[in-house]
């Protein structure tokens, strides 16, 4: 495997932290900034009024039945242009990219480059470039990893990465969806506990913009068979152990039996970076 732009360090680079156990409970953080975000930041604003979220209900009750295809030309006809996507280049995001390549392939789609992605992910998105014609956009958050383990006296995520993933995932993505209508989420429902109550279309307080999981009704198994019958591209770790990748540092490769998240931060009570949780 390869990872990006970081130099392996020795045990003696980085200043000593406390390292925060591994069975407490990572502290909770809250964008706490009062200026309206996602929806409500666009022009014109979408709010979330009694009616839309009755809206929003139905359309997901009656999507329940529908394919993944027809979930993003609902999407697409419902909110384009403040459809967006984001996407971490995994098998579910593939899959999505794969089928808004013919329905929709003008939406914009980002990647949260955190800057610890490994290259095979990396790579992942010139290779939708050249089968797509599609160019993933980075959004980056402010500061470099130099600057940022600079500024936290070596890298967080060995530490606090709620922290982490808060800094260099979360903010990201609550900036890249200010003024945003919706955004496509590639969560399976039966990938774990929080995600299981994941509506088809429903309305996402953290972001404040309507989120929409076509993908929601589908299993690892229909996923893997579109991705080979259709020749859509995917990560190559995936075919070394590694059933979700992250970034590198949080992301190790799962023993048969366990569960499909399992190796993302093992050793933290964390499954989740943030983004799919309420
Ligand atoms: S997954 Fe790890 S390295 Fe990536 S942002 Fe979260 S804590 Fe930081």
């Not at 329905?103 to 992942?124: C, M, R, V």
């Not at 990893?145 to 500024?151: D, I, K, R, S």
């Not at 992250?246 to 190790?252: I, Q, V, Y």
Request: aromatic share 8%; glycine share 6%.
């Amino acid at each position: 495997m390869s990872a990006r732009a970081i130099q392996p360090r020795s045990p003696g680079d980085s200043p000593k932290l406390p390292i925060m156990p591994a069975n407490e409970p990572l502290p909770l953080l809250k964008i706490d900034d009062e200026t309206p975000r996602g929806a409500l930041a666009a022009d014109p604003p979408l709010v979330p009024t009694e009616d839309f979220l009755k809206e929003l209900e139905s359309e997901s009750q009656k999507l329940e039945s529908s394919t993944p295809q027809q979930i993003l030309e609902y999407a697409v006809e419902r909110f384009a242009p403040n459809f967006t996507m984001a996407t971490a280049f995994g098998p579910e995001g593939m899959t999505i990219i794969h089928m808004l390549s013919t329905i929709a392939p003008e939406t914009p789609i980002f990647n949260l480059d955190t800057g610890y992605q490994f290259q095979e992910t990396l790579d992942l998105r010139e290779r939708v470039k050249e089968k797509y014609g599609i160019e993933v956009e980075y959004k980056l958050p402010d500061t470099t990893v130099e600057q940022y383990e600079a500024m936290h006296g070596g890298p967080l995520y060995k530490t606090n990465p709620n922290q982490c993933c808060f800094d260099r995932k979360l903010r990201v993505l609550h900036e890249a969806a200010k003024g945003k209508h919706a955004w496509a989420s590639a969560i399976r429902r039966d990938q774990s506990p929080d995600r299981a109550k994941a509506p088809i279309v429903g309305w996402d307080r953290k972001f404040q913009l309507v989120k929409v999981s076509p993908l929601a009704n589908w299993t690892k198994k229909e996923v893997w068979s579109l991705i080979n019958d259709e020749d859509i591209p995917y990560n190559p770790l995936h075919d070394q152990g590694y059933s979700s990748v992250g970034c590198f540092p949080c992301t190790r490769a799962v023993q048969p039996g366990e569960d499909e998240r399992a190796g993302r931060w093992s050793g933290f009570q964390k499954t989740e970076c943030g983004l799919h949780s309420q």
